[in-house]
């Protein structure tokens, strides 16, 4: 397949292309569009087929269900039956990087949920992504649109890299914001679980439900057997070529242990700006920002392990251990998981 790559340069002169990206989706093709979250590989939501071809193109079991992206938060009494604690939710987050888990309605087709019966649904606030749903008519079905088991892409070079030939259309909007994945909770009345951690933090959550539980498998390992509550958590996410290790301590035995390690041959190391100069300069460091800025932690960490990767000697990463509140915690259950829960105390 040929995979058209189309730049918006300025959405407000580019409304037939947006409408020619629309078109593809509602004759059943794929389209990989920016949100501020990640990149997300989209297909007409209220079509099977579509999904299939959405878990084909990324090489994603089909039991891992995929986000229905809407244009307005109402447009969610269509497919599944909402309850006041989505839309206290909505009031405040919506369009943003949060996606809710509700009781599914019979216009979602199985395929789309991965077999279940609920469905997750979340209106993203890139104009890119908002025109595009609205141009399309639909509610478009989109997982993140990197290649099973890649970082979840945060720009249009990662998605040509996992699937050129494999869409229909790439649309490069930029550099994606967030840069991590939305995040997810479940709602059962006003008890919300935290199933993924985001940019919506743990504590944003709870000025809205009445209670919100954290799912354990955020923060640790699921249990041989163990069923998850999303089902995403059971594969092995964001995994890099390398071996990444965590390092547990404090500032400067983090420190000493990076200065230690730094000029080994295959090694290299996840620091933050500061460490830079105190590092030698024949070492090979992949910044991810300043210390105390997580979000540009989290909008840079994705594309950093793709650096990593793309480096020809690196068989070794280390990374701090993040911290687990506020953003913190995002970029915690993402970087265990990339690091497939390894954690050296130094
Ligand atoms: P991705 O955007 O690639 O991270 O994929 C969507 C994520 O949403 C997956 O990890 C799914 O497990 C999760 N998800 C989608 N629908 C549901 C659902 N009905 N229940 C729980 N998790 C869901
Ligand atoms: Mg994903």
């Given at each position: 397949?040929?995979?058209?790559?189309?730049?918006?340069?300025?959405?407000?002169?580019?409304?037939?292309?947006?409408?020619?990206?629309?078109?593809?989706?509602?004759?059943?093709?794929?389209?990989?569009?920016?949100?501020?979250?990640?990149?997300?590989?989209?297909?007409?939501?209220?079509?099977?087929?579509?999904?299939?071809?959405?878990?084909?193109?990324?090489?994603?079991?089909?039991?891992?269900?995929?986000?229905?992206?809407?244009?307005?938060?109402?447009?969610?009494?269509?497919?599944?039956?909402?309850?006041?604690?989505?839309?206290?939710?909505?009031?405040?987050?919506?369009?943003?990087?949060?996606?809710?888990?509700?009781?599914?309605?019979?216009?979602?087709?199985?395929?789309?949920?991965?077999?279940?019966?609920?469905?997750?649904?979340?209106?993203?606030?890139?104009?890119?992504?908002?025109?595009?749903?609205?141009?399309?008519?639909?509610?478009?079905?989109?997982?993140?649109?990197?290649?099973?088991?890649?970082?979840?892409?945060?720009?249009?070079?990662?998605?040509?890299?996992?699937?050129?030939?494999?869409?229909?259309?790439?649309?490069?909007?930029?550099?994606?914001?967030?840069?991590?994945?939305?995040?997810?909770?479940?709602?059962?009345?006003?008890?919300?679980?935290?199933?993924?951690?985001?940019?919506?933090?743990?504590?944003?959550?709870?000025?809205?439900?009445?209670?919100?539980?954290?799912?354990?498998?955020?923060?640790?390992?699921?249990?041989?057997?163990?069923?998850?509550?999303?089902?995403?958590?059971?594969?092995?996410?964001?995994?890099?070529?390398?071996?990444?290790?965590?390092?547990?301590?404090?500032?400067?035995?983090?420190?000493?242990?990076?200065?230690?390690?730094a000029t080994?041959?295959g090694i290299g190391l996840?620091?933050?700006?500061?460490?830079?100069?105190?590092?030698?300069?024949d070492s090979t460091l992949f910044?991810?920002?300043?210390?105390?800025?997580?979000?540009?932690?989290?909008?840079?960490?994705?594309?950093?392990?793709?650096?990593a990767?793309?480096h020809?000697n690196i068989?070794?990463l280390?990374?701090?251990?993040?911290?687990?509140?506020?953003?913190?915690?995002?970029?915690?259950?993402?970087?265990?998981?990339?690091?497939?829960?390894?954690?050296?105390?130094?």
């Open positions: 397949m040929k995979t058209e790559i189309l730049k918006i340069e300025d959405l407000s002169t580019q409304e037939k292309d947006i409408s020619r990206a629309a078109e593809i989706i509602c004759r059943g093709g794929l389209v990989v569009f920016p949100t501020e979250t990640v990149y997300g590989i989209g297909g007409n939501g209220t079509d099977a087929a579509a999904a299939t071809a959405i878990y084909r193109a990324k090489g994603r079991p089909s039991d891992n269900p995929l986000i229905l992206h809407l244009e307005t938060p109402e447009q969610a009494e269509k497919y599944a039956i909402t309850n006041e604690t989505y839309y206290k939710l909505a009031a405040q987050f919506m369009p943003g990087p949060l996606t809710v888990i509700l009781p599914k309605k019979d216009t979602v087709p199985s395929t789309v949920t991965g077999g279940l019966d609920t469905v997750a649904l979340r209106c993203p606030a890139h104009p890119v992504a908002n025109a595009l749903i609205r141009a399309a008519g639909v509610p478009i079905a989109a997982p993140s649109a990197n290649l099973s088991g890649k970082p979840s892409p945060t720009l249009a070079a990662h998605v040509i890299d996992d699937l050129s030939g494999k869409v229909d259309m790439i649309i490069d909007g930029g550099a994606s914001e967030v840069g991590l994945e939305s995040t997810i909770v479940s709602l059962d009345g006003e008890v919300g679980t935290l199933l993924r951690p985001g940019a919506i933090t743990y504590d944003a959550l709870c000025c809205v439900c009445k209670e919100v539980r954290v799912a354990p498998a955020v923060l640790e390992g699921l249990a041989k057997n163990e069923r998850p509550l999303s089902p995403g958590m059971k594969y092995r996410h964001y995994a890099p070529r390398a071996t990444l290790t965590l390092l547990d301590g404090d500032d400067s035995s983090i420190k000493a242990f990076m200065r230690s390690v080994t041959k996840l620091c933050y700006n500061e460490e830079i100069p105190l590092l030698p300069t910044p991810v920002g300043a210390q105390d800025d997580l979000a540009t932690q989290a909008h840079r960490l994705f594309a950093v392990l793709r650096e990767d793309d020809p068989t070794t280390y990374a701090h251990l993040p911290p687990k509140d506020g953003l913190g915690l995002a970029l915690y259950n993402r970087l265990i998981r990339a690091a497939a829960h390894t954690i050296k105390k130094v």
